[in-house]
Structures are given as structure tokens and as C-alpha cells.
């Protein structure tokens, strides 16, 4: 039948104003439509969802798009405009709109990953009527309490281990020492450290390997930097990103799974469990992965891959 079309498509499409690289991958045009939204901020997605989670494609639609000051979008243009959550939020809604135009959808599936689960969570609860369900993954809640349950960990590792030169960069980092907290990315860039070195950032070493190669494997994103990105997406959105709370958000219209690494000591996901566990929603789930830090869908992509499809094929 002519509606089993295949799809691929990589273009540069215009949102909120800046033109925008967006890519869409599937089996069938029948299938339903999954907009991932990635992370960073300004760290895309796009190479790692195409060498680890192509299974995706079999049975969604796979939209991934590199938001503006990130990726492909970045080197399209390396001075966009109005890098802010709600103008993020404003291009993703006008993607949304365009996607479920394009395939004859009412309702989208919704996936945000880090700090695009601050934009997909603002987006299911601001525009519920478009979005057949939300994925949080490494779902963020609260980035300041956070920060504290993230210190408490790392102090408790450090004492098991007599690691007075962690404990000693703690304090500094307790105290917003200027030398090490000049803003609170740098807190956070400094605190990350301390995560990594107990495996709370990245639980399973061996993906890292796995996630490298994604990044060096393909011809268009073999000279981005990813660093520059980020510190360019990282530094306007830093406000925007620290003021990030949801415990006021007690309804959500429709269904919401988080799926959460068992060791994400980056963001707390003891704080995602707790938010949801007060929820109200048509349906509420959350869903571990045992053997993963803050990036189940890399450091566990077979599983991930295979826990979507289930959901929601």
C-alpha cells in the first residue's frame, strides 16, 4: 500500500525565526510520529539516536531535531538569536505542529532527554492537546535541590573512600568558592567532576566507547564541536536552567513515563520519583535502568529501544 512509505529526510527548516536542522527516519508513513528532544543543552542527539537506537525507526516516526545553538543548526549558524528555554519551547511547538500536519497525526508521541526533559515537561503540560504521551528521560525537577542531594552523595562516597581531595572541593563548592563558582555552570561543570569519579554521571564505562564512536562515525558531524556548542547553548540558557522547578506541577493531562538510570547522581533521579509519585496524571509511570547513570538511552540503548517499542508501538 502507498501509505507504507518510507522515511528519510534530512532538512533545514525554519523555527521561531532561525532555520533549524531537523531529521526524520522511518519504516512507514502509518507508524506514529516520536519527537525527541535533546539534551545539553546544546549537546544533539542526532548522531547517537542514528548508531544506537535506529531500532526506533522500525516502529516510530523518529523526529530529532538540533536546536538552535546546537549541532548542525549551530554550524548553519553559530550566532542564533534568542537562545532561551521559552523560545525552545515556542520552536518546538511549531515543530510539533508541522510534524503532525505532515503526517496526518492528531497527537505526537513526546520524548525529552536532561535538559530537554525541562523543555518536553513545559511542553505536555502547556500543550497537552498535541501529545499522545510524554517520555522524560533523566527527567530534571529541581536543578538547585538537585545540586544539594548530588553534594550529599558525593560526600558519602568520599568518606567510604578517605578521598580528602573530593571532600576538599566539595567544601569549595558548598561555599561558592569564586574560584571554582564563578557562575553556577561552573558549579555545576565542577560538580560533575566529582560525580564522574563515583560512576554517577556514567554508570556503564563501556558505552562510553559505544557513545565516541557515534559522535566520530558520521561524515556531518565529524568536524562539530561539541564543546563550542554547548558553551554557547549552556551559557544563555544557564539562567533558565538553574531556575528550573517543577514541584509546583502537580497535573499533567496526559500520560507520563520517566525512565530513569538507577545511579544518575548528575540529576537526581530520587527527585524525579518523588515528583511523580505526587502526580496527577491519566496515567504514571517510571521505569529503571539498572545498570545506567544519566543516559539510559546510550548506556543502555537495546533496552531503551525495546522499552519504547513496547509502550507505545
Known sequence: ACSQNKIEEKSFINLGGEIQYVEITGESTDNPVLLFIHG???????????????ALTKKFILATWD????????????????????????????LT???KEKFHKNKILLAGFSWGSIVGLTLAEKYPQDYAAYIGISQVINIH???????????????KNNDTATLHILAQLKSNDTTLCKTPLDCFLNQYGLVSKYKGAVFNP?????INKAMQEYEDYK?????????????RLENDM????????????????????????NVPQVLADAWIKKLDAPHKEIIWFENSGHGPLEEEPKKFNEVLIEKFK
Do not use: M
Open 67 to 94: 536546536q538552535r545553538g546546537s549541532g548542525k543548526s549551530f554550524i548553519n549558524n553559530p550566532q542564533a538569536k534568542n537562545v532561551s528555554l521559552a523560545q525552545i519551547v515556542t520552536d518546538a511547538h511549531e
Open 242 to 265: 538553574f531556575s528550573t522547578n517543577f514541584n509546583s506541577v502537580q497535573n499533567i493531562k496526559i500520560p507520563v513515563y520517566l525512565i530513569a538510570g538507577r545511579h544518575d547522581w
Open 223 to 235: 568536524n562539530y564541536d561539541w564543546t563550542q556548542g554547548f558553551l554557547y547553548s549552556a551559557t
Open 40 to 54: 545539553g543543552p546544546g549537546w544533539p542527539q542526532t548522531p547517537q539516536l542514528r548508531y544506537q537506537n535506529a
Open 97 to 99: 505542529v508541522l510534524l
Open 206 to 210: 563501556a558505552s562510553e566507547q559505544e
Open 145 to 159: 535541590e538537585g545540586l544539594t542531594v548530588t553534594q550529599n552523595w558525593i560526600s558519602k562516597q568520599a568518606k
